[in-house]
């Protein structure tokens, strides 16, 4: 049987069919004629989640989403046809997640039960859940910036005012002023503690000779015979009482001239008489003193 042209061209669109058929499913990550398991997750949304969306567990690849079958009459009811690994158990409790990262790749990524020994059957239905991922906290964020906006521009515009105040200009070159100031002051101190370290040796010796001056001085302290001195002290206060006690006698000289109002009287007219002959003989020399040549009296 002689084919025509026509037949062979049918036949290399249909080859290329199947072909490009495959490769497309082979670039999903699905096959034909896969033996995966098949489970249903349950969905009341499925934002970003498709077909052939790759599915994980800890991390690994262990199948993928075949398909999505929505409910018209139930729309929070959407099901995901799901393949997975045969080689894969998966406990009873668990769930299906719709990730995200950063980039917007989307995936499904399976959290396992806690019991290895209770296992689900092949076509069971898990719970499908959205995690929230960095956009989505970002999304439910976006409110409270919003709100807090009109803050940060009055809190920015306060602080736009108090930067245009010289004060504050004049506050930093205070403050460089008092930095150059501490320099300067550490700088002399430092050379304080230099000059310091440098006479410390002769201030020492000094105080060495202070303290054994005053050692001498101590000892020469302790020879003074202190019952001698305080023997004289106590005569010569005995003499004082002595004194003292002639003086308040009405014995003695001293005693009448302190006691005797009459010697007092009379010592005091005697003075008084002697000042008077004093002035008459300072105005009347002649009558106390005759000189003459030829010892003529006047």
Do not use: W
């Amino acid at each position: 049987m002689k084919l025509t042209n026509e037949v062979k061209i049918a036949l290399v669109a249909i080859v290329g069919i199947v072909l490009l058929f495959f490769g497309l499913q082979y670039l999903k990550g699905m096959s034909m004629f896969s033996t995966d398991d098949h489970y249903y997750a349950r969905f009341s949304d499925v934002t970003g989640m498709s077909a052939a969306s790759p599915i994980y567990a800890n991390g690994f690849k262990v199948g993928v989403v075949e398909r999505i079958d929505y409910d018209y009459s139930r729309p929070d009811n959407i099901v995901a046809v799901i393949s997975i690994d045969p080689r894969l158990s998966l406990p009873k409790g668990t769930c299906a997640e719709i990730s995200s990262d950063l980039l917007g790749n989307v995936k499904l990524e399976l959290k396992l039960g806690s019991n290895p020994l209770d296992l689900l059957a092949k076509g069971d239905t898990l719970l499908g859940s959205i995690q929230q991922g960095v956009m989505g906290k970002a999304a439910t964020m976006v409110p409270q910036i919003e709100q807090m906006l009109p803050k940060l521009d009055s809190i920015l515009a306060s602080v736009n005012a108090l930067l245009a105040d010289p004060a504050i200009a004049n506050a930093v070159h205070n403050v460089d002023q008092i930095t150059a100031n501490l320099t300067t002051t550490t700088h002399e101190l430092h050379q304080l503690s230099a000059s310091l370290n440098q006479q410390l040796p002769q201030m020492l010796t000094k105080a060495d000779g202070v303290l054994t001056n005053t050692e001498g001085l101590t000892r020469q302290l302790n020879n003074v015979d202190v019952a001698a001195t305080m023997s004289k002290v106590d005569q010569t206060l005995a003499n004082v009482q002595q004194m003292t006690q002639a003086l308040n006698s009405k014995e003695g000289t001293l005693g009448l001239l302190m006691h005797d109002a009459q010697l007092y009287n009379n010592l005091n007219a005697t003075m008084g008489s002697a000042d008077k002959l004093l002035i008459d003989l300072k105005e009347h020399p002649k009558r106390y003193v005759h000189f003459s040549i030829f010892g003529k009296k006047d």
